[in-house]
């Protein structure tokens, strides 16, 4: 027998994989099981699922292209990366589409059996690009997937379409060779996934370990490369690899849990929120309640219903569901009851692009009610940090008795990263006093329940839950009067509640702005919120890298501002606020503090390249 001889394996800091095809392809379950098994490998690692907003695109074209982007490597990184180094394309289109991504000397790993005269004619292929020379400045694979696989496959009785379905499987144990992932952990979960038809998961797993055979034998890939675990990267711990909608959900299941409250959903499906509805509604054994209205406006309305009732109150949305919740959101504030809003942003307006990332809703949650409604909002940094942000908003939802928005947005969303499960008493105490018994005396000596008497600290008013006998108060939208929630017309009173409900917000306890600035020598300061934090410290990290001196510091609560914002925006004699959205923080602080913040914008339904904001920033600092 012939020996194959060793194949060379070269050690890299880091790689950047873009697997795409049809949206039918099955490119986003072949991204997540090589980040599940990144993970438990121990490296760092960002992920940046791309699909259409079709359920099912028009196969090969253009619009019909799914992709799935992982960044890992040997220590801390922040981003999904700004172009891949090695790119799987399924079939023309997804060569198409994604070609321009791919740096010269990019590895491309080309499914050929799809390369045929009218597939390529779909996209605008004149000729092959694989035989038109177009392809010379990288390095090509070409691999017949589909004939592998049903070869792979041919002992196991399944018709040619059943066994083409398995390609992706054996592209991932390809990839899998290629950088030494490990492997039980997806046999383990094919077995799991197909549990019903075991001849399905034996054909997934076979076609599996025939493109990792493949890799192993075949001349065509010489080379294997090594990316270590990222020791220096994470604290001690215990880690799993986690999505931002997870890390949401787990959040206010634990909110919840630290409140020692029931904690209910209203909600009515929309991509990207979708998930947590899924998610949550697999806990019923942690007292969470789920319910699946018939629109926007039964779930939030469900909802305050929830929280009037004493429970943890949540909705979920994007921003064409934030504006059909948006008087419920008031009545909200009108009644003063804990109540979260969760926002997870994609393009707009309108439906807009439903599976895209944007940031656009931030003057919305700020201004879209009638009449001055204010509403704190707070916004998480990474997919992981949307488990704190979740603890975050039920804080001050509950402990100053106000609806609160939380601002995900699509890119945190479906992105995911690890994420160190915290110890219990870690968490923080949430727990909350409802009344139960008067709390007010008249001048002729009588006990009465005032139901808007308030905390001298918080401005919060009692919570007092439907059926306590002697609680009984009046609730609805119209304006109440001060303490005893009796419905008022009384000018002087309504000018009174609106100014002490924006006294409330305003009065929010929130941590100060942390400011990285290292030296204390920058002039240029980057300011950011939510999901431009990744971009935006690689960034950074790339100028310093240079010898630029600039500071950064990021937003996670937009309303109220941190109380030190204005001294430290007044430090630096360049403010940069990078949006994916046409300026609206800047806009904010600008008006706020009367900073000439200048904005860097972007609009295009994707997040932030670092190196094309690292280009951006350094203009600002050498136009000082």
């Known amino acids: 027998m012939q020996r194959v001889p060793e194949k060379e394996i070269r050690r890299l800091d880091r790689v950047i994989i873009r697997f795409a095809g049809d949206s039918g392809d099955g490119m986003q379950l072949t991204g997540d099981r090589f980040t599940s098994e990144t993970a438990s490998f121990g490296n760092d690692l960002s992920t940046l699922p791309n699909f259409p907003a079709e359920i099912r695109a028009p196969a090969g074209t253009l619009p019909g292209v799914s992709s799935f982007q992982?960044?890992?490597?040997?220590?801390?990184i922040l981003t999904p990366g700004d172009a891949p180094n090695v790119l799987v394309a399924m079939n023309p289109a997804a060569l198409k589409a994604n070609i321009a991504d791919v740096p010269r000397g990019g590895e491309i790993i080309v499914n050929t059996d799809e390369f045929a005269k009218r597939a390529m004619a779909k996209v605008g292929y004149a000729t092959s690009p694989l035989e038109d020379g177009s392809l010379d400045g990288y390095r090509v694979h070409p691999v017949p997937l589909t004939t592998l696989t049903i070869e792979a496959l041919k002992d196991f009785g399944l018709s040619r379409k059943e066994a083409e379905r398995s390609k992706n499987m054996f592209a991932l144990g390809l990839l899998s060779w290629m950088y030494h992932r490990p492997t039980e952990g997806t046999e383990q979960f094919l077995r799991r996934k197909f549990a019903k038809k075991p001849e399905i998961a034996e054909a997934n797993v076979a076609a599996f370990r025939a493109g990792w055979n493949f890799g192993e034998t075949t001349e065509d890939f010489a080379v294997s490369y090594e990316v270590a675990p990222a020791t220096?990267?994470?604290?001690?711990?215990t880690y799993r690899n986690i999505s931002g909608n997870l890390a949401l959900s787990y959040g206010l299941i634990a909110a919840a849990h630290q409140a020692d409250l029931p904690l209910f959903l209203g909600s009515y499906p929309i991509t990207p929120a979708s998930d947590i509805l899924h998610e949550l509604s697999r806990h019923k054994n942690f007292g969470v309640r789920t319910f699946q209205a018939e629109d926007?406006?039964?779930?939030?309305?469900?909802?305050?219903?929830?929280?009037f009732g004493g429970s943890l109150a949540v909705t979920t949305t994007s921003g064409p569901g934030v504006a059909l919740k948006s008087e419920t959101i008031g009545l909200a504030v009108s009644l003063e009851l804990p109540l979260l809003i969760v926002d997870i942003q994609r393009g707009g307006p309108s439906t807009g692009l439903p599976t895209k990332t944007e940031q656009a809703d931030l003057l919305q949650a700020m201004y879209g009610r009638n009449g001055e409604a204010p509403v704190p909002v707070v916004a998480p940094r990474?997919?992981?940090d949307c488990f704190d942000a979740a603890l975050e908003a039920a804080r001050i939802a509950l402990t100053y008795r106000t609806p609160v928005f939380l601002l995900s947005d699509g890119y945190l969303a479906n992105g995911s990263e690890p994420w160190r499960i915290p110890d219990l008493e870690d968490l923080p105490d949430l727990g909350v006093t409802f009344a139960t018994g008067p709390n007010h005396t008249l001048e002729d000596g009588t006990e009465v329940f005032w139901p808007y008497k308030r905390d001298p600290e918080t401005l919060a008013r009692p919570w007092a839950l439907p059926g306590t006998p002697g609680l009984e108060h009046r609730i609805g939208g119209i304006?109440?009067?001060?303490?005893?929630?009796?419905?008022?017309?009384?000018?002087?009173?309504?000018?009174?509640?609106?100014?002490?409900?924006?006294?409330?917000?305003?009065?929010?306890?929130?941590?100060?702005?942390?400011?990285?600035?290292?030296?204390?020598?920058?002039?240029?300061?980057?300011l950011g919120w939510g999901s431009t934090y990744g971009p935006i410290t690689a960034a950074v990290?790339?100028?310093r890298a240079g010898g630029d001196a600039i500071a950064q510091a990021h937003l996670r609560h937009l309303n109220p501002f941190p109380a030190n914002l204005g001294e430290v925006l007044r430090r630096y004699e360049t403010v940069v606020v990078p949006e994916m959205n046409l300026g609206q923080l800047a806009l904010m602080i600008r008006a706020k503090y009367l900073v000439d913040a200048r904005s860097h914008t972007q609009v295009n339904g994707m997040p932030f390249k670092a190196e094309r904001l690292a280009a951006a920033l350094k203009e600002a600092i050498d136009a000082q």
């Open 70 to 76: 992982l960044h890992f490597a040997d220590h801390d």
């Open 232 to 237: 220096a990267a994470f604290p001690p711990g």
């Open 296 to 307: 926007e406006i039964a779930g939030i309305g469900a909802a305050l219903g929830a929280a």
């Open 382 to 384: 990474t997919p992981a």
């Open 479 to 526: 304006e109440k009067q001060d303490g005893t929630g009796n419905i008022s017309y009384d000018p002087a009173n309504h000018d009174f509640m609106v100014r002490t409900r924006q006294a409330k917000t305003d009065g929010i306890a929130v941590p100060d702005l942390e400011v990285d600035d290292p030296g204390g020598s920058a002039r240029t300061l980057v």
């Open 541 to 543: 990290r790339r100028l």
